[in-house]
């Protein structure tokens, strides 16, 4: 393949310009705030999960301790009447007044018991109470620093993409000055080549592979047509001369 001097060199524009894009697209998938969103989201994630679950047992709390509080009332209630049949006199019998006071003394044993249990319910439920306040003050906190972050972050990739917007730009007007057949051979090896696919011969070194041409392969270039479009004979990449080549 042959192609003029000129378009060779223009050819390195355009390997510069896909190096500046793979630097861009590099630099934009390390931002910190990429791990920093990432870490915030998992701990985001998991206050989220202890806050449902408080949440959960406050509702079960507050069941717990409506039930207990009608049972209490349930039980004062039964006793209140007991009591007004006991106080009314109604009852003559012996046995039936003996078994009236006798379920009088129990349904307030069995009341006291039923208040303990709605004031360890009460207690609990304060407990979730101020754990909820704690844990929501802590997914305010670390949703505030998720936003921030996610907005230095949409910062940064909004420079990015301006930047490689103008050298995607600045590479189509070049790219379309190389020759159809030459910039079609250079796109084969940039991808084969992992994004490089042509290099410049700087004193008789190759900037693909970094290797030193041998006595053979620089007097091979040196008998070459100005015009004739080299490969390297290490990394295959097109091998573009220039006047600091060191022939």
Do not use: W
């Not at 990432?38 to 717990?64: F, H, M, N, P």
């Not at 109604?90 to 303990?116: H, T, W, Y």
């Not at 620093?145 to 990015?160: G, H, I, L, N, V």
């Not at 030459?182 to 490089?196: H, P």
């Amino acid at each position: 393949m042959n192609a003029a001097p000129a378009d060779q060199i223009r050819l390195l524009d355009v390997q510069a310009l896909d190096v500046r894009l793979q630097q861009l697209a590099h630099k934009r998938r390390s931002l910190p705030e990429h791990a920093e969103i990432e870490s915030l989201t998992k701990d985001l994630t998991q206050l989220r999960d202890l806050l449902v679950a408080a949440q959960t047992e406050e509702s079960d709390c507050g069941r717990e301790q409506t039930k207990a509080e009608q049972d209490v009332d349930q039980v004062r209630q039964r006793a209140t009447r007991d009591q007004q049949r006991l106080d009314s006199g109604a009852v003559s019998s012996p046995k039936d007044l003996e078994n009236l006071q006798r379920e009088i003394v129990s349904l307030a044993k069995r009341q006291g018991d039923l208040e303990e249990i709605v004031l360890e319910v009460m207690e609990r439920r304060e407990s979730v109470h101020e754990r909820l306040a704690e844990l929501n003050e802590r997914v305010s906190a670390v949703q505030a620093k998720t936003d921030d972050a996610t907005a230095r972050r949409d910062a940064a990739e909004s420079e990015f993409a301006a930047e490689e917007a103008s050298v995607e730009k600045e590479r189509e007007l070049v790219a379309a000055t190389v020759p159809a057949d030459l910039l079609k051979l250079y796109e084969k090896l940039r991808v084969q080549q992992g994004g490089v696919g042509a290099a410049r011969l700087y004193q008789r070194k190759c900037e693909g592979c970094h290797i030193e041409l041998n006595i053979t392969e620089v007097n091979e270039v040196r008998a070459a047509a100005k015009d004739a479009v080299l490969r390297c004979e290490n990394c295959r990449r097109i091998l573009v001369r220039t006047s600091e080549s060191g022939l």
